[in-house]
């Protein structure tokens, strides 16, 4: 029985979004927000504990792999919606993340924000979707999903009359986002096109949401939309689904919350510098400025250093506007982050001169990765935790690229 009728593929046209009601059992919604109060470490019934650390601006909860998670992506209806969409059952799932959006207040003053997660530099648009489950009753003024309904349609139109970037005021004018309201067990999804995000909350209590997506199989959802995969691109899905559980091994090691560490850990990522590699150097470096060549195009580079004759160290603030390969690079103010191991919350595994060590172990190694993390604090302290990940149905492993679709 499809779940979509003739009616609802007709709004999904022409608004470009639809919802399906009562998508997994209120169970499978009580376990995910169980896993974002765990993961956060954040009592969700005191209202002192929702602004907490660990917060990001929007609300979002940066847990990818948690079981509970995993339960709603392999959820048969929710895989059968989006195949609808797609007129396709054959699917990979995206590892998307979870929101909590507390009411404003003198701590949190989220205002809302509508925008598109794709470079709008790419021509043509291609379809691509994205979705959200309600994990609660969630009323217009809750700092839930809002959009521009129909945006999408403008900003096709908008696209095929120029090669320039859309701005929100040139696609939409004055039109405003309208926020939808939703029941628990909803499953919205989305045209990537259409403008949207989530609202301004000024009820009393958070907005709930776990995030799922899903495109065709060997194919994977970036800013640049749906573009295609290779055996790499599977092998690194397999990966991050099998490694999951370091992040929770170096939370109990070190006796925080899983999101403190992905926290201390984003941070100190943030605070690295990059590091490119040149074909050839046209005009050396002056006043910070460097012409150069990499893969057979001219760019010019705004750098911190030249480390090497054809290697150069830029801000990180540049990666959005090079359009080349790079690596990470160490610096002073990652190592400063890096030493700042957090505080524990509870009884850590490790021994007092064991976390006592554990800075200087990282600032010399270089090491700000979980796996790479999880093995130093095996091999020095001899701590291993024995985590599997969450566990698979067969759906699940097709989800993911483990198992071909017949």
């Not at 059952?89 to 909590?100: F, G, P, Q, S």
Request: charged fraction near 20%; aromatic fraction near 8%.
């Amino acid at each position: 029985m499809e779940l979509l009728n003739s009616s609802d593929r007709r709004f999904w046209d022409e608004n470009g979004y639809v919802v399906v009601p009562n998508a997994v059992p209120l169970g499978n919604l009580i376990s995910v927000l169980d896993a974002i109060a765990e993961f956060t470490g954040k009592d969700l019934a005191d209202e002192k504990s929702w602004y907490q650390e660990p917060m990001i601006h929007g609300g979002m909860v940066n847990m990818n792999h948690n079981q509970a998670l995993w339960d709603n992506r392999q959820n048969p209806k929710i895989h059968q919606a989006f195949s609808e969409i797609w007129g396709d059952e054959k699917l990979w799932v995206t590892y998307d993340r979870t929101n909590m959006n507390p009411p404003v207040c003198e701590h949190w003053n989220h205002q809302g924000m509508i925008h598109w997660d794709l470079d709008m530099s790419i021509r043509p648009m291609e379809l691509c979707v994205q979705g959200v489950l309600y994990l609660t009753d969630t009323n217009e003024n809750q700092g839930g999903f809002q959009c521009v309904p129909k945006s999408h349609h403008l900003l096709m139109n908008w696209l095929k009359n120029t090669d320039q970037r859309p701005t929100v005021e040139s696609v939409i004018g004055k039109m405003k986002p309208v926020s939808i309201p939703g029941k628990a067990g909803d499953l919205l999804i989305w045209h990537s096109g259409l403008l949207h995000g989530n609202g301004h909350n000024t009820s009393d209590r958070p907005r709930y949401a776990q995030y799922i997506g899903m495109q065709p199989e060997w194919t994977v959802r970036t800013a640049a939309g749906v573009i295609a995969a290779n055996e790499q691109t599977r092998q690194s899905r397999i990966r991050s689904w099998q490694n999951s559980p370091c992040q929770r091994a170096v939370a109990d090691a070190i006796g925080v919350p899983e999101g403190i560490v992905e926290q201390w850990l984003r941070q100190t990522h943030e605070k690295m510098d990059i590091k490119v590699v040149v074909d050839t150097v046209i005009k050396p470096p002056k006043n910070g400025l460097a012409k150069v060549i990499i893969q057979g195009k001219q760019q010019d580079l705004s750098i911190v250093e030249q480390i090497d004759k054809n290697i150069f160290r830029l801000d990180r603030s540049q990666v959005q506007k090079i359009t080349v390969p790079y690596q990470n690079y160490f610096n002073e103010k990652a190592a400063e982050n890096i030493r700042q191991v957090p505080i524990p919350h509870f009884t850590p595994q490790l021994e007092k001169k064991d976390l006592d060590k554990l800075p200087d172990l990282l600032v010399e190694n270089q090491i700000y990765g979980v796996e790479e993390i999880t093995d130093l604090i095996s091999s020095e302290f001899g701590l291993d935790n024995h985590l599997s990940p969450a566990k698979l149905t067969q759906l699940g492993r097709r989800l993911v690229g483990i198992d071909a679709w017949s």
